[in-house]
């Protein structure tokens, strides 16, 4: 019972796949990393073991006290190593009962799998003995890694961020993740070839950030992202397909409020008991003693106990607990060379969340509302996103519906998909999903700004080339300020008594309605719109209308109160910034590592495809960006696979690594960097090699 406004993707694809006839095979006879000049591992491994045991060693050069960090928390022993400002974590791992999970899982793990999550590890494990004064002095105390931690870690992320994010925030309030995407297939395509847009959007920092490489074994060639510290691609393509995931309206996880009586709960007018166990949580002091405190965790029919008082208690329930083989079903979905192969793979419904986006060599284009969704007894999408009441069996669901019973469109006649966190109903126009069709707790009727920009942008332009479609992907035009700036000038020729409100409606009139460096009004327009309240229903005359989805909201329900909010907002521009048509690049940077730029882009709230969402604001008024287009792919499937690619951030977080961050010197310029994908690009971009040597990587001379 949630709605994930969050971030996207994750994890792992195991990818072995074929090289396309027309590229020269390299001939490797000796496993090898590839560093380019971007930090980018090229990884030329003779076997998987090898690839896998590389995989290990680049996350750990490029992230090794991040995933140390992250480890620890994932583990539930941060207190443990770090003092008592970690204790609420650790207590809800072990109340989550995570480190059983990951034990039940490694059990049931696919044979193929544990070994490559033991080979990633050895990988991580040698870097770290080998480059000691990387390791920071506070985190030497999480090694060694084993392959239970890639398990721990996988679940804490999946389980805590994504599946259950909403939930235990919910949890949190009892007394904005997203993504885009594009399918364009060859009927739509100016070179009658297939294109995919990869766009997760992800907070940049810890368990979000990504890692970019390549792996080529003489089966094996695959590039991409998944989260640091995860094995495998999570969102990535070969040469013959390519995938992406985002962030879904899923309602896969919900909070059950519990009527506490004679030390059980009631369900159906019966007391039961809960199951009680455990655990034991070691917290370091500040004296550098490490004392031991007990937890009692309480678990009902429903699932873990999360918060407790004196006659109610909550549990949380969530789909998922189930799917060991998270990583088989992705590297079936990698190792696929055609759609048949790929949807088979989908059909095993290990993957608990997220929509997939698919395109081909061949043409094909595909959406899935995926995710592991109840099959709930009644109710609709407004009564379970919300606490649901536990105390009957009828609310209590024990199974999800299968692949055929989800959304999903393939190759559909307008030649186009489209998802930017929307529901399902609206990946293409006309619309050929309708919510009739399917249960009322599947997902939400609505569709925002940001998928109406995506929708305008795909639907307007009959012969998409390859430069355009990254046009779009790079777009920073404001749909709310097309749709409500009319309206706001209207009511400033009404109400607008003084000199300011004239200037300022002089300053939107010459805005270019973008939120580009040296656009001037965008601030202003952004303080406004924010001001307002821009998601909420009553700031207009005409709400959003499922009848009218792509020109609603529209009009100012209350022009004169916008008016006032527009006077309130421009003196506190000018006090802070000394003119109202301020370049945007001005108030809003990039900064990261050592760099701090001017930055494009804007929160997706008020309709802008290129997401950058503000973080941290300092006295003086100037917002940094905190999250967004994180990892970007536009990739054309045609002879050879032409891709643009991005990580947005750079491709380490290591103090000092001149990778940190120097990415952004082309986000902050709307540009992106070719992908080097075939043999020979790689050879021209090299910057250094690393080669295996007796299990042991040494760098070559």
Excluded: C
């Excluded at 995407?181 to 959007?201: D, E, F, G, I, W």
């Excluded at 050592?594 to 300092?618: E, M, Q, S």
């Amino acid at each position: 019972m949630k709605i994930h406004k969050v971030y996207l993707i994750l994890l792992l694809a195991l990818v072995p796949w074929g090289l396309h006839a027309q590229s020269a095979k390299p001939k490797i006879k000796e496993t090898r990393i590839v560093w380019d000049t971007w930090g980018v591992p090229h990884i030329y491994a003779k076997n998987n073991e090898d690839l896998f045991m590389a995989m290990g060693w680049t996350h750990m050069h490029d992230h090794a006290n991040l995933i140390l960090d992250l480890f620890a928390k994932s583990r539930g022993r941060a207190a443990e190593y770090w003092g008592k400002r970690y204790l609420s974590n650790d207590m809800l791992v072990h109340t989550m009962q995570f480190p059983k999970l990951a034990k039940d899982w490694w059990a049931k793990q696919n044979k193929t799998q544990k070994k490559l999550f033991t080979a990633f590890v050895k990988g991580m494990n040698q870097y770290a003995e080998k480059f000691p004064d990387q390791i920071k002095k506070k985190n030497k105390v999480v090694l060694p890694i084993t392959p239970e931690d890639i398990n721990l870690h996988m679940i804490y992320v999946v389980f805590t961020r994504f599946v259950g994010g909403e939930e235990l925030g919910r949890v949190q309030q009892w007394k904005d993740k997203g993504s885009n995407t594009y399918a364009v297939a060859p009927s739509r395509s100016a070179s009658k070839n297939a294109m995919l847009v990869q766009n997760p959007h992800l907070p940049w920092f810890g368990e979000f950030l990504f890692h970019e490489m390549h792996a080529i074994t003489p089966q094996h060639n695959i590039y991409g992202v998944n989260l640091v510290g995860l094995p495998g691609i999570a969102i990535g393509f070969n040469e013959y397909l390519g995938w992406s995931h985002t962030d879904n309206t899923i309602d896969n996880a919900d909070t059950y409020e519990l009527e506490l009586k004679d030390g059980g709960y009631v369900m159906d007018g019966v007391v039961k008991q809960f199951d009680k166990s455990q655990a034991t949580i070691k917290v370091k002091g500040k004296d550098g003693q490490v004392k031991s405190q007990t937890i009692d965790i309480y678990t009902s029919a429903h699932g873990p106990v999360v918060k407790q008082g004196k006659t109610k208690a909550l549990a949380v329930r969530l789909v998922g607990r189930n799917t060991p083989n998270l990583g088989l079903q992705w590297w079936k979905m990698a190792t696929a060379k055609n759609f048949k192969q790929f949807e088979k793979a989908l059909k095993m419904g290990q993957i608990p969340f997220w929509n997939v986006m698919y395109a081909d060599k061949v043409g094909n284009i595909f959406y899935l509302f995926n995710g592991q969704v109840p099959v709930r007894a009644e109710g609709g999408w407004k009564f379970w996103n919300r606490i649901v009441p536990g105390n009957t069996s009828k609310t209590l669901w024990t199974k999800v519906h299968p692949y055929k019973d989800l959304p999903k469109i393939k190759n559909p006649a307008q030649g186009w998909l489209q998802n930017a966190n929307d529901p399902p109903w609206s990946s293409t126009f006309p619309r050929l999903l309708d919510p009739k069709d399917f249960p009322p707790y599947m997902a939400p009727i609505r569709m925002t700004f940001r998928p109406q920009r995506s929708v305008r942008m795909l639907d307007e332009d009959k012969s998409i080339t390859f430069d355009e479609l990254l046009k779009y992907k790079l777009d920073t035009r404001s749909e709310m300020a097309d749709r409500i700036l009319d309206d706001l000038y209207a009511a400033i020729d009404k109400y607008g008594k003084n000199e300011l409100s004239k200037e300022a409606k002089k300053v939107l009139q010459n805005w270019d309605r973008e939120m580009n460096v040296d656009s001037k009004g965008a601030y202003l327009f952004y303080a406004w719109a924010s001001k307002m309240g821009y998601w909420r229903s009553k700031m207009y005359t005409k709400p959003w209308d499922p009848k009218n989805p792509r020109s609603t909201p529209d009009g100012l329900a209350n022009p004169e109160s916008a008016v006032k909010v527009l006077n309130a907002v421009a003196q506190y521009v000018k006090k802070k910034f000394g003119a109202l048509d301020v370049a945007w690049g001005k108030t809003y940077r990039l900064k990261y590592g050592k760099y701090n730029l001017p930055a494009n882009g804007a929160t997706g709230g008020i309709g802008v495809f290129r997401v950058a969402w503000p973080g941290d604001t300092d006295r003086n008024g100037v917002s940094y960006v905190g999250g967004g287009d994180s990892w970007v792919g536009v990739i054309e499937f045609g002879k050879k696979v032409r891709a643009k690619v991005l990580l947005s951030y750079g491709n380490s977080t290591q103090d000092g690594s001149k990778h940190k961050g120097d990415q952004l010197v082309l986000f902050s310029k709307k540009q992106m960097r070719d992908a080097w994908f075939y043999h020979k690009d790689v050879q021209k971009n090299k910057a250094r090699v690393e080669v295996l040597n007796k299990g042991q990587f040494t760098e070559q001379k």
